[in-house]
């Protein structure tokens, strides 16, 4: 089984119109749905993963801190790229505005 690195992302300014916009009742139901998302596919994850903190950029000239649209992450199992996407079609993330998931392979290090 490989590992797959799901990144949920979301333009910042979407995510705060948004919050500003919602009830506590729709954010409560909202993360009912996320709840019962994770529960039916709670077999594929390696890793719930979770949200997003400030991000800081580290480069050879120093350290900065830059925004970005990623809001969190989790790692999954499956058998191939398509049924690692397959698992996020129906994913909550999705129903926010310009919301999207980005799925990747965590390939071995060459010598491990």
């Known amino acids: 089984m490989k590992k797959f690195l799901a990144l949920y992302r979301m333009d910042m300014g ?6 500003a916009s ?8 909202s993360m009912g749905e996320w ?3 994770m529960k039916k596919n709670m077999a594929s994850f390696a890793d719930h993963g979770g949200p997003a ?12 801190d830059i925004k970005n649209d990623i809001g969190g992450y989790s790692i999954v199992q499956a058998e191939s790229y398509e049924a690692a996407a397959a698992l996020f079609g129906d994913n909550p993330h999705l129903t926010m505005p310009g919301a999207t998931v980005e799925v990747m392979e965590i390939v071995p290090m060459p010598g491990t």
């Open 14 to 19: 979407e995510m705060q119109k948004m919050m």
């Open 22 to 29: 919602t009830s506590a009742e729709e954010r409560k139901k």
């Open 35 to 37: 709840e019962a998302w």
């Open 53 to 64: 903190g400030k991000t800081k950029r580290i480069a050879a000239s120093g350290v900065t």
